[in-house]
């Protein structure tokens, strides 16, 4: 770390949440920075989800501080965050089946018409709200053959593609990601990753939660591994093989101070066939 | 970039007969005509304007409490106290109102408002606690009965002033009779209808519907949102007890039983799914007039009431097995 690190967009210290006798989150620490992608890894049920839910606003979390742009800040739930212009790609994704994709595109910020029909009768301006959604939907240039019909007819990969063009669409300051392509083929794997590139061109940090090292290694600026609750490690892809960084995750390898990595677990280690630095 | 530099051919809206063929409200269209024909090659009286105007009445009230019962419904929900929240408001209107104590539209408002009352306190425990809907309403069921028994002394109230019955007056309408309450319950489901399709509100009562938990994700403030469902359901079940009372002229502490089930009935012959997120107040407008229809028409063949019930039962079971299987061939 050098001493003229820019200092973060959005940042935890010590964040706790208990389901119960389940420590979901026990005392984690989160940094993004100005710009970056900054790829969240970790086991299953690490507590990946619900440290990004603390910090969206989806979740309140028991202890702990959340810092934007150096302001300390407590979201009372996902619309603060989003007034915030923070974006959440949920992994469970948060659509409404029944309902369209443009209605799920501006669920929670409909478009009303202008003068007195919008004020006095409230009424909606669904032709503004299908073509905006329509240029939304085509910058991801993912194949949808219509915008009229319900999400739940869409494919698992198009039901995702609509939820990561709503969260760009409307991200301000952050856009979270857990597990955008999860569902996708390589294709639209590609273009969610190309998504990604371009926010970021756009100078917005995203926060990229996968189980792909290949894209973890292919798009993120820093990798922070995420480890029983905590972050385990923050570390450069450019430092590290895909083999250690692996093993940090499973525990293995540990990060030392200096940013070397120490054998933990030498036997775990043998076998993912690493050693320290 | 415009909207015609788009990939996608069809941003327009559906036409309307598109929509109205693929609608889950084609369905119940089309089982409405196809009745309202046999009953019209059956009996001579049926296609008349007389009695299209009595069924109409005859289906007011329980219409109006299916407004707020697809509501419910729409967030998959269901209120069983319907029926007997709205005989506790009418007892409330007509007692207030007969003994002279406040002005008939005083009493008028206070009944509005002890429902809305009832509203309020099944949505506070649907939401707060959190409750199950079936299980508060069902509750809110028997405090209702009972206390419209204790506060009628079983007793009905007649004698009630003009301006407490007016919407039971009626006004000429070519050779038909129509009564004000009609009219008004008519515009009541256009008022719905509108609400739910072409205002933000609408939007948000079926993306509860569909799925509670994207709904506060995406950031709607998911408690009051059904809280103030559950209290509109109320009021609208205090403006049924008006239309009730102008109807009959009396408070009837007896009324209202079997309307808790046929409002239910009328909303799924609509095409509303019970799981939520899916449906209208125009397809209950529907279900209404089916359950209105079926009941004239057979009556009008002199088919015992009895029967009637039996049949409507039918239907129920039938329309329910349809949005099952629909459902399951979406997926
Ligand atoms: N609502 C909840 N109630 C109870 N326990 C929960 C809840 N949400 C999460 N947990 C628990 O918290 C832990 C962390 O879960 P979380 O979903 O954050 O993991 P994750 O890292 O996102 O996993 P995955 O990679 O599978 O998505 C798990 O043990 C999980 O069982
Ligand atoms: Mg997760």
């Known amino acids: 770390m050098t001493a003229t690190a820019p200092s973060p967009v959005l940042q935890a210290r010590g964040l706790v949440k208990r389901y119960g006798h389940v420590t979901a989150i026990d005392g984690a620490d989160f940094d993004l920075l100005p710009g970056e992608v900054l790829a969240v890894i970790g086991d299953n049920g690490a507590g990946k989800t619900s440290l990004i839910k603390a910090l969206t606003g989806a979740l309140v979390p028991d202890a702990g501080e959340i810092r934007l742009n150096g302001e300390p800040i407590q979201f009372s739930g996902p619309q603060s965050a989003r007034s915030h212009g923070i974006e959440t790609v949920y992994q469970d994704l948060a659509v409404a089946a029944s309902m369209d994709i443009a209605s799920n595109m501006f669920l929670g910020r409909e478009l009303r018409r202008p003068g007195l029909l919008g004020n006095a009768f409230r009424m909606l301006d669904k032709k503004r709200m299908r073509q905006e959604a329509a240029e939304h939907m085509a910058d991801l240039k993912i194949g949808l053959r219509s915008l009229t019909q319900a999400v739940e007819t869409l494919s698992g990969g198009q039901r995702q593609a609509v939820a990561v063009a709503r969260a760009v669409a409307w991200a301000r300051s952050v856009v979270v990601m857990d597990e955008p392509t999860a569902a996708l083929g390589v294709k639209e794997s590609g273009q969610v990753l190309d998504l990604i590139r371009r926010v970021r061109d756009k100078g917005m940090p995203v926060v990229l939660i996968s189980h792909n090292m290949p894209h973890v290694f292919e798009i993120a600026d820093r990798i922070h591994v995420h480890r029983l609750g905590r972050r385990a490690a923050v570390i450069k892809p450019s430092d590290y093989s895909m083999a250690e960084v692996v093993a940090i995750m499973t525990g293995a390898l540990t990060v030392d101070d200096a940013g070397g990595t120490v054998v933990a677990d030498s036997d775990a280690a043998k076998a993912a066939g690493v050693q320290a630095n | ?331």
């Not at chain 2, 009695?51 to 697809?70: D, P, R, Y």
């Not at chain 2, 204790?150 to 006004?171: D, H, K, M, R």
């Not at chain 2, 993306?207 to 009051?224: C, D, H, V, Y």
């Not at chain 2, 209290?231 to 039983?257: F, H, M, N």
């Open chain 2, 1 to 331: 970039m415009t909207a015609t530099s788009t990939p996608y051919a069809d941003i327009k809206a559906p036409t309307t007969a598109r929509r109205l063929l693929t609608a889950p409200t084609a369905g119940p269209l089309a089982a409405l005509l196809i009745a309202c024909l046999f009953f019209s090659l059956t009996t001579d009286q049926f296609l008349t304007g007389g009695n299209f105007s009595l069924i109409v009445q005859q289906v007011m009230v329980v219409g109006t409490l299916a407004i707020g019962q697809t509501l419910i419904i729409l967030t998959a929900g269901i209120d069983l106290s319907c029926g007997t929240v709205m005989a506790f408001g009418s007892i409330v209107i007509a007692k207030m109102a007969a003994e002279g104590s406040v002005p008939p539209l005083v009493a008028i408002a206070l009944g509005l408002a002890v429902c809305g009352g009832f509203g309020l306190a099944n949505g506070l425990l649907v939401q707060k606690i959190p409750l199950p809907p079936f299980i508060v309403t069902l509750g809110m069921l028997n405090v209702a009965f009972a206390l419209t028994h204790i506060y009628s002394e079983e007793q009905t109230i007649s004698n009630l002033p003009g301006p407490v019955t007016a919407l039971g007056e009626t006004f000429p309408l070519g050779y038909t009779d129509i009564t004000y309450g009609s009219l008004f319950t008519i515009a009541l489901f256009l008022l719905f209808a509108y609400a739910l399709s072409n205002t933000s509100w609408g939007r948000h009562v079926y993306a509860l519907g569909n799925n509670k938990e994207a709904a506060r994700l995406n950031g709607l403030r998911t408690s009051p949102l059904t809280i103030g469902i559950y209290t509109t359901a109320g009021v609208l079940y205090g403006i049924a007890a008006l239309l009730l009372i102008s109807r009959t002229g009396v408070g009837d502490p007896q009324a209202g039983q079997t309307d808790n089930l046929d409002s239910i009935t009328a909303v799924v012959l609509g095409g509303t799914s019970l799981f939520g997120g899916r449906g209208s107040v125009l397809g209950t407008f529907i279900g209404v007039l089916i359950v209105g229809v079926f009941r004239n028409g057979l009556q009008l063949m002199g088919v015992a009431s009895i029967y009637q019930t039996l049949i409507t039962g039918v239907l129920v079971i039938l329309a329910v097995t349809v949005d099952q299987i629909s459902r399951k061939k979406a997926r």
